[in-house]
């Protein structure tokens, strides 16, 4: 009946209505549901996962030495161009002359944190940090020298 | 502009939605002729996200090119990812470990609830409900953090190389994922509850952008566009890839063609992925995560083809090789752009309204149609 | 005790014993344009403040947080930012009207606040026509959303203000015959009248279920009258970008968005006077005790009171459901609400006529 129709399609309105009022009502009375978190403060609290790729760095141990030869793998891995390797000679006790990592170079700027570099490495000497507040007034502080000034090569580690 | 509509007559309203419009998700241009406010036809135009990934990636080594199909569609990153491992990987006829081909399935399946987690909540907000949006991130935030723990990424991973996966996965995996998956089904009823269910959505979604199986076939369309119409389209079951002949989930098809049917199609989508999740969790073999590949990866002459199903249908790369570094050309078949050109058909005779309703059912993601 | 009629009685003495009674009669018209613009500022500030939290919280998010505690400030932060702002008028649009429209729609709002009784005799103009004068008023808003729409030279606006000028007009109806239902009831149009009528019982607790079914379809046509979601079609976000407002910056938008507000709160304090008495308190029956706490509350709180509540019950509605269609929306309208209405109003007569109601 044509009636019965039209109260039924009322009541199966309001019905279907009602249910979504009272799904937000219960999210409106529950405080504790809320997700937000409060960036600044939480600063101490917060938890990266620690695979987590925000940037490239060297690992350096406590003699300011690191395990990178120079060998450029990152550099061509790379897909960006954001790594440069210049490198230099060293000279050897036995008098060879050896090459080594002279300056290398990030472009966070230019990076996208795919990791290939990380996986190219063969000694390890490279690898994902982390951080994520990157942001600088100056262009030019994102360009990054990854090895300390003055730190050399880990005994050990060839090519 | 105003001549390329063709079809217009005089006292037609023509009206640009996008490339900035709250509703275009991103910058697609439609440009749509209407007649008091019954459209008339619309004419999507491309070109504004255009980054010539595909020139991109001739320059790329094998090994590079794949990070930047992240970018295409973005919210299904990983099996565009994927795809291009397969395919490099069909052309070097290498194997890959068992453990890889587990992880990567359950991570497309992931990638895949994620977003149609994010394409419900978008939905939502085209017809004005914007609670939806954020009740949607909760589930697909537990997704990211899955992600991010073991990819080291939450949007653009990267984490499937050729040969396998690039790190092996992270020890709480398995128990992240199964927290997910009951929480999950924990609130997948408020979705029904708050969107499905309401009289004022299905109104607005029912026997709204008609699309039937023919045109579905004649426009290209695949995914959920596709199967809403009743077109079995699903790649995971036509041309298996990894493990999915393995694993049993049933492919959703409904007849009807409209919004609704599109819609629901989706939702049931994420419940058959929570399905082959919850087959593969608890078996990943031990083994190693990926093969052994050459420092420098050669493809033998010769083209490739893969294709797999994204989240919002088959995706496809084409490699011409020349035997070099590089490939000397790649093609991406993107869902998107076929699915995106049914809009017109679909949406003729109705209101703006229904535009965005039908419009929103076609999860468009404007980076992949626009490569 | 705490009572507004106390301060303004203080007010007009002191002023009637300091100045002659002309004079007296202009400080106070000025007092009261202050004190009308004040509401206004204060309401257009604690409402988008409210309408955030609401929003926030039902999605599960924190809201406003950082300026003042809990927010409290960020809409005075945000109001200030848009008095700094370029009021921008677009080279198509006609000067003079796009620039007028944002004054009628908010003049309107203001003028519907006269007969509006906040409290306990706190009344700017107790006309005997009140309710009728509030409804004629209230049509007025939708000339300038028209206006604004059409003068903007953007056919999203024109669009957006067709909508809403159909709208407006099909939801008048029903909110008119919901409102005659009570009117019926109480035998005047007097807002003081109305309220003193409920002084043993709020209609819609004595009115039964055709108050309820008034009461209901009240607040529908009025979320459609007030241009909110999900009758929200003369700026849909999701379709027309802003609809009627989007050419519109700065000052001239803050004036739009102020009125929004406003008249949510007009219609909600129409919709406590009628069916919920008012700054009438909570009584029950005999219960000479409890009657007399909920006495002791100010009158005023329970004005505000009622309509916080009827407001926070249209802001609920915004953050649940999804938009209507325009031909749905003009459905519901005419197919159920004012048929509805209708029989409605004949069974509160006949009620009315038999004295079935307490």
């Known amino acids: 009946m044509f009636l019965k129709e039209y109260f039924l399609d009322i009541y199966k309105a309001t019905k279907s209505l009602l249910t979504g009022m009272k799904l937000t009502g219960y999210y409106f009375t529950h405080h504790k549901e809320i997700l937000t978190e409060e960036y600044p403060e939480n600063r101490k609290s917060l938890q990266l996962a620690e695979r987590f790729r925000g940037e490239v760095i060297m690992p350096h141990d406590a003699n300011n030495e690191h395990t990178c030869t120079g060998c450029s793998s990152c550099e061509i891995a790379c897909p960006n161009g954001s790594i440069k390797i210049i490198s230099k000679f060293d000279i050897t006790p036995e008098g060879k002359k050896k090459k080594a990592i002279d300056q290398h170079i990030y472009h966070l700027e230019l990076c996208t944190m795919c990791g290939l570099c990380v996986e190219a490495c063969p000694t390890d000497a490279i690898k994902m940090a982390n951080t994520f507040e990157h942001s600088v007034f100056n262009r030019n502080h994102l360009i990054k020298r990854l090895n300390k000034p003055g730190s050399k090569i880990k005994e050990g580690i060839e090519e | ?371 | 005790m705490f009572s507004l009629e106390g301060i303004t009685n203080f007010i007009h003495e002191w002023l009637n014993s300091h100045l002659p009674a002309t004079f007296a009669l202009l400080v106070e018209f000025v007092l009261v344009g202050v004190a009308a613009i004040g509401l206004f500022a204060f309401l257009g500030l604690v409402l988008v403040w409210m309408e955030r939290k609401v929003a926030a919280v039902m999605q599960l998010r924190l809201g406003p947080n950082r300026l003042g505690p809990k927010g409290i400030f960020q809409t005075s932060a945000d109001t200030l930012k848009l008095i700094m702002k370029e009021a921008l008028t677009p080279d198509n649009a006609d000067k003079l009207l796009f620039n007028l429209a944002p004054f009628v729609v908010i003049i309107v709002a203001m003028l519907i606040l006269a007969p509006i009784s906040f409290a306990k005799n706190f009344q700017i103009w107790d006309i005997n026509i009140g309710v009728l004068y509030v409804t004629a008023i209230s049509s007025l808003s939708v000339i300038g959303v028209l206006m604004a729409g059409w003068s903007s030279g953007n056919k999203y606006s024109l669009l957006g203000a067709m909508l809403s000028g159909a709208q407006i007009v099909s939801y008048e109806l029903s909110a008119g015959l919901s409102i005659l239902t009570i009117i019926v009831l109480t035998g005047s149009l007097k807002i003081s009248d109305i309220v003193a009528s409920q002084e043993n019982g709020w209609w819609i607790f004595k009115g039964h279920i055709p108050a309820i079914i008034a009461f209901v379809i009240f607040i529908i046509a009025s979320t459609a009258e007030t241009n909110r979601a999900p009758f929200d079609l003369a700026e849909a976000e999701s379709e027309l970008t802003a609809g009627f407002h989007t050419e519109y910056g700065g000052m001239k938008f803050a004036l739009f968005f102020l009125a929004e507000y406003i008249n949510i709160f007009i219609v909600c304090a129409i919709g406590a006077t009628l069916f919920l008495g008012g700054w009438m308190p909570f009584h029950i029956g005999h219960w000479v005790a409890f009657n007399h706490i909920m006495d002791y509350i100010p009158s005023s709180f329970w004005f505000f009171g009622k309509t916080g509540f009827l407001i926070f019950l249209i802001m609920w509605f915004r953050w649940t459901f999804p938009r209507l269609r325009v031909d749905q929306l003009l459905n519901l309208e005419w197919k159920y609400l004012l048929p509805i209405s209708m029989f409605n109003l004949l069974l509160m007569s006949v009620m009315a006529i038999m004295g079935w109601y307490f």
């Open chain 2, 1 to 371: 502009m105003f001549e390329e509509v063709g079809t217009t007559t005089e006292g037609d309203l023509i009206i640009n939605l996008g490339p900035q419009h709250p509703a275009t998700h991103g910058v697609l241009h439609l440009v749509i002729t209407l007649n008091g406010e019954i459209i008339k036809k619309v004419e999507p135009h491309l070109g504004y996200i255009h980054r010539s990934i595909e020139k991109m990636t001739e320059s790329l080594s094998y090994r590079q090119f794949i990070y930047v199909t992240s970018r295409m569609d973005y919210l299904s990153a990983h099996i565009n990812n994927h795809a291009c491992a397969l395919c490099v990987e069909k052309a070097l006829q290498l194997e890959v470990p068992q453990r890889a081909q587990y992880i990567r399935v359950i991570m497309d399946e992931l990638t895949r609830i994620a977003s149609h987690e994010l394409w419900w909540g978008a939905m939502a907000m085209d017809l004005g409900a914007f609670t939806p949006f954020f009740h949607a991130f909760r589930e697909r935030e537990k997704i990211n953090e899955i992600m991010e723990e073991t990819c080291g990424a939450r949007l653009t991973m990267n984490y499937m190389v050729p040969g396998g996966v690039m790190v092996d996965l992270h020890p709480d995996f398995q128990k992240k994922v199964k927290a997910f998956i009951q929480q999950y089904k924990a609130k997948i009823h408020e979705y029904d509850e708050l969107v499905t269910g309401n009289i004022i959505f299905q109104n607005r979604m029912k026997g709204i952008g008609y699309l039937s199986a023919q045109d579905a076939v004649s426009y290209g369309c695949t995914g959920p566009v596709a199967r809403g119409s009743g077109v079995a389209s699903d790649i995971r079951k036509i041309a298996p890839y990894d493990v999915y002949d393995k694993v049993e989930f049933d492919e959703v098809l409904q007849t009807e063609g409209d919004s609704f049917a599109r819609y629901m199609i989706r939702i049931q989508e994420m419940h058959q992925s929570i399905k082959i999740i919850e087959q593969l969790i608890d078996v990943i073999p031990d083994g190693n995560f990926q093969a052994k590949t050459k420092a420098v990866i050669k493809l033998p002459k010769g083209e490739f083809y893969q294709r797999v199903e994204t989240a919002r249908g088959e995706l496809g790369v084409y490699i011409v090789s020349e035997g070099a570094a590089q490939p000397y050309r790649i093609k991406y078949r993107s869902p998107g752009f076929s699915n995106l050109s049914a809009l017109d058909h679909m949406v003729r005779g109705h209101k703006i309204g229904d535009l965005i309703a039908a419009m929103g059912t076609l999860d468009l993601v404007i980076p992949d149609i626009d490569r």
